[in-house]
């Protein structure tokens, strides 16, 4: 059974490309109240989890010896775009654990937004690891690493201490069974494992209203998010969906994207989470359907609701600036 | 009825997107000889139908009188990297024209591929029209105009005689009514039209065969794609799809690719032509395809097989250089 289509893109009136996938929103109780396509299907959910693998930054106390707040914390749970105010975070938090960039292990990359880019290639040479998107994350975990002591040689490693606790974790969150069978290597090169789209939806709703969390976790998941909607910035940066989305109702929407067309969000207040993946791994749907499923969540709220419509359902202009068609969310979040 | 998956993308062990999509070759008859898919779905052929669209600066005269070689008619059909290779020639045949780099219309904007970009921007502003993807095929049209005597000015629009002209021959090589229903805007401005894939096919293996075309067409269209597969730089560049596919059998496959995961390819020898849109309107599943699909008829040499089974079938490295996973056609292709 395909997926159903969930974006559309659309050239005249004609539809020009379609988008299959999956959604799922849940409760904290994992009740589903609302879903598409094969919920049970294993995705990978690359950064969108970063929330959680900032867990032992928080529950190993490092956070708080580093004197680490809103900002820090955001970037700890960022796909940042390489600007140099998340570089420059990044390095500062390396650096109150006492180590530098070299301590690093995630690579280096030129950023994936064209004007960062034009801009980094205008001023010198490929940026080092602390531009690398992942930057924030990795120094959390040189932070979790050096406050309990462990070494931090090969921190990204499977069978490194760290990722086997983050592996916990995630197991403990998701209610999956996590080990070399559904591992992958991310792009910044520590595991990321396949779990049930639903898993990974009901583990946000977990962190989110703490249902079923011991209060150590309870009390770190709400602060990591809390931190994320704070400064949204440092989630993502200039004109980047998760952080236009936080923005669209602050600090009542916490959302956070992955590779290959993976979205996760969280909504507080209503105590609600969900998680989303494009069959074919496309940003530009996973982008769509996240705000237009977060739309369905605030019905009486009309300006609210209006921005997440309009990053769900956005035209599309040519190099003349002509609109040549649009990007629009399916009858599937009606 | 969703299309096939026809193309997969793993990470370790497990599937991690999925690119479903259409695939039809045909020959001079518009007999189908291999199919996957809804092969009567309209789809824009964008890019992919340049060399249809340079059929007027042929039929005209205007090559000849402006005396242009393989480079320039492979640049006329090209999707060209904006490198500097392609910009010089482009401005050299518009000035064949009498004409300057004012006279294109068709905007302008940073190459597409990473590496150009990058040492665009390390070099000075935003580059001119004449390093838009599209500025070879513009710089044709100009010509065309130009040695006929047509007015210039709003070249690109729907009402102007050189997109009417070509708009009569598409017709004519698709088999299809083109028109203002099945007519979108493409990035570059011109009219692009949404026709059955099974017709874009049939228009090229007429292209190449001369099956059913007048002398002058038959002679201006075998031209164009040998000029394409003398030249591949020229229409493509360096490292991208269309120049690697006709450099992996030299001058016996056309190839080329158009936006939102199109592929047209071509075996002038065994008189096939080929057409895919890849549904999600992904490149790197509609170049998996099109290599896949042009391996199945070079079974009986392995190594021209093997180069393309290797674009069909390649390797993704992380930022530490680490492989990750595979993007791969599907047995859809065995």
């Known amino acids: ?10 050239r005249g009136d004609v539809v020009e490309s379609r988008h299959r996938g999956m959604v799922v929103v849940v409760d904290g109780d994992g009740k589903v109240v609302f879903e598409a396509g094969d919920i049970e299907h294993p995705v990978f959910p690359r950064s969108s989890c970063k929330a959680m693998q900032a867990l032992p930054l928080m529950e190993s106390g490092a956070a708080e010896a580093y ?33 530098d960039e070299d301590t690093l ?14 801009e980094q290639a205008s001023h010198g040479p490929k940026p080092g690891q602390l531009y690398n998107n992942c930057s924030g994350k990795h120094a959390g975990f040189i932070c979790a690493c050096c406050h309990t002591g462990t070494d931090t ?23 999956s069974i996590l080990g070399h069978d559904n591992c992958g290597v991310d792009g910044c090169s520590i595991p990321t494992y396949a779990s049930p789209l639903k898993g990974l ?12 969390l011991e209060p150590i976790r309870s009390k770190s998941a709400k602060r990591l998010m809390q931190a994320c909607m704070a400064e949204p910035w440092y989630v993502a940066g200039t ?19 992955g590779a290959e067309g993976v979205f996760v969000a969280a909504l507080p207040e209503q ?10 791994g496309a940003t530009r749907a996973a982008e769509s359907m996240v705000a237009a499923t977060l739309a369905r969540f605030f019905k009486g709220e009309p300006e609210v609701q209006g ?3 309009a990053m769900a359902n956005s035209e599309m202009r040519n190099w003349n600036g002509i609109k040549v068609g649009d990007v629009r969310a399916t009858a599937a979040f009606a």
């Open 1 to 10: 059974m395909a997926n159903p289509v969930l974006v559309e893109v659309t």
């Open 67 to 99: 004197g680490f707040g809103n900002k820090e914390l955001a970037l700890a749970c960022s796909s940042h775009s390489g600007e140099d105010g998340h570089a420059v975070l990044a390095r500062a938090m390396i650096r109150a654990a006492g180590r």
């Open 105 to 118: 292990e995630c690579g280096a990359h030129w950023s994936f937004q064209q004007p960062i880019l034009i």
């Open 153 to 175: 040689k090969g921190y990204v490693g499977y069978d490194h201490p760290l990722q086997a606790e983050i592996r916990g974790i995630m197991e403990s969150l998701t209610g």
């Open 201 to 212: 939806a009901h583990g946000f709703a977990k962190m989110t209203t703490g249902v079923g």
């Open 239 to 257: 004109n980047r969906a998760c952080t236009a989305l936080m923005q669209a109702a602050p600090g009542r929407i916490f959302a956070k994207t």
């Open 271 to 280: 105590g609600l989470a969900m998680a989303m993946k494009c069959d074919d």
């Open 307 to 309: 921005r997440l419509l």
